[in-house]
């Protein structure tokens, strides 16, 4: 018997599968087993058709593969290769217990690229399971990006063959490729950022409490919600808030990688968060992922280190918006099913944008509101206060005016935001001040007495939750940051106070 190494999606993660072959005297057969999915029991004509036509003879026994453990069910083309790697090597001395080996097989032995290969080796390389492994050499310009892994790249079956029967001097393919974009280095850990602005601050006109509510926000991940009249700018400050977000680092750019190619689209690498923006109409289980069998991923997992956008807030279902409390709280969510339970990182800064009513003038100097005091109030009233209560900025928009200009451009709102992180991690802070714990609240959010007092009469006149007063000192910590402050004063608390939902 022998045996290689291969994996597959357990939920999110990915969980190795080990690929065993016996070879026995019998009445000819080809059987796989271990709960493989179509695509794998496809694989019997692909490794055939791949054997015979590289000159091998397909061996007249009764062929067993064995995909371990057997009560995981198994998905994907990537077990090609390890398949026919056992077949063609069935007599070989050597053991092939230290290897990974993934790869789809052409009818002519070509080794194909497959999209998921990438999330799964960053998977394995996340759980610290691969050491060296086979792959498809179409597939090593990305896989590159993740380190401490020996990546060997083939492009044919028999270039696999020949490097399995000369293990002793084979050599990685490539060594570990570079993420190549402007960076700054600080504590050993390097931060890369890239001025690309697709959509600029420049282009709205106006609105500058909205514009320093946004850059409050990028700065320190705090959710932000925007109340204003149809037209004002809302969601063109959404769509460019993504661009001045964070610097972010070697971990994160693979991430936001992995998340890409779950979403069938090609990683690129660069350091740009992601940014989702579900449709109002969107079901609970596209939003939060889910499914009966098997739990896919959905938008508030897609947006992990990025912004989840909601237009037109009050329109989204009740249900998803309460039970998108749980992760703007924790940073987490998790699905539970008869046949799964998955846990995956959410840990993205919320945006939020809506009407003041249903009709959207109330708060228009020229137009007339058409809504009963009822419809607004039903219309408010979709918002409940445990929901509102984790949104860190409130920021009601101004009426535009055609005297309005632009002040800020994306790129000096982004410089602003990269001195504030610096300024954050010189300090010792590793979480965005929206995601610091309790504990870190106290280390970090150092205010003067002057402050302290202006947060107490803050409590006692608005009777701030407990949830509340954290916020205020996170939100007042971030403004700290912009003016390089080493202490949370007073003016930084007056000002996260005028942020506060009313």
């Given amino acids: 018997m022998k045996s290689v190494n291969c994996a597959t999606y357990e939920g999110l993660d990915a969980k190795v599968v080990l690929v065993e072959s016996t070879l026995t005297k019998g009445l000819p057969s080809f059987s796989i087993v271990g709960m493989a999915s179509t695509a794998i029991s496809e694989a019997k004509e692909r490794c055939k058709s791949a054997l015979l036509s590289n000159e091998f003879s397909f061996p007249p026994k009764r062929i067993t593969i064995n995909l371990a453990p057997s009560d995981i069910r198994k998905e ?22 230290e290897w990974f080996i993934f790869g789809e097989l052409g009818l002519d032995g070509a080794v194909k690229e497959n999209i998921q290969l990438y999330p799964l080796m960053l998977s394995l390389a996340n759980q610290k399971l691969v050491q060296k492994a086979i792959v498809p050499y179409a597939s090593l310009s990305k896989l590159s990006k993740i380190p401490n892994i020996e990546f060997y790249g083939v492009k044919t079956l028999q270039e696999a063959i020949g490097l399995l029967k000369n293990q002793a001097i084979a050599t990685p393919t490539i060594k570990q490729g570079s993420i190549d974009y402007p960076f700054y280095e600080i504590a050993d850990e390097k931060f890369y950022y890239i001025k690309e602005y697709a959509e600029d601050f420049a282009d709205v006109k106006g609105q500058e409490v909205a514009k320093r509510a946004a850059l409050i926000s990028a700065c320190g ?8 009249s149809p037209g004002c700018g809302k969601s063109m400050i959404a769509k460019r808030l993504r661009y001045i977000l964070p610097p972010m680092n070697n971990d994160d750019i693979l991430d936001v990688a992995k998340l890409q190619a779950l979403d069938l689209v090609e990683p690129d690498f660069k350091p740009h968060r992601n940014m989702r923006s579900p449709h109002h109409s969107s079901t609970l289980a596209s939003v939060f992922g889910g499914g ?13 280190k990025g912004i989840l956008f909601f237009d037109e807030l009050p329109h989204f279902s009740k249900n998803i918006l309460e039970a998108l409390r749980e992760p703007m709280q924790d940073n987490r969510i998790r699905i539970s099913r008869v046949n799964s339970k998955v846990e995956y990182p959410a840990d993205f800064l919320f945006v939020g944008a809506m009407n003041p009513c249903p009709c959207g003038n109330l708060l228009n100097e020229t137009k007339e509101c058409r809504c009963s005091e009822l419809e607004i109030q039903r219309y408010k009233n979709r918002l409940s206060d445990p929901f509102l209560d984790r949104v860190d900025i409130n920021v009601v928009m101004q009426n535009v005016n055609r005297n309005d200009k632009s002040s800020y451009n994306s790129k000096e709102l982004h410089k602003m935001v990269v001195q504030s992180h610096i300024f954050a991690r010189e300090r010792g802070q590793k979480s965005f001040n929206a995601k610091l714990s309790d504990k870190e609240i106290e280390q970090f959010c150092i205010m003067d007495d002057e402050a302290k007092n202006t947060l107490d009469m803050a409590i006692d006149r608005f ?23 080493d202490v949370i004063e007073k003016k930084h608390i007056l000002e996260a106070l005028s942020y506060r939902r009313r």
């Fill in 292 to 304: 009966s069998h098997k739990a896919q991923i959905g938008e508030v997992g897609l947006a992990n």
């Fill in 76 to 97: 994907g083309s990537q077990f090609d290769l390890s398949i026919a790697l056992l077949i063609a090597l069935d007599s070989l001395e050597e053991d092939l217990n």
């Fill in 221 to 228: 991940f705090h959710n932000i919600l925007f109340e204003g």
């Fill in 463 to 485: 009777s701030l939750s407990f949830r509340s007063i954290k916020k205020m000192q996170k939100v007042g910590r971030t403004i700290a940051d912009l003016d390089s402050s």
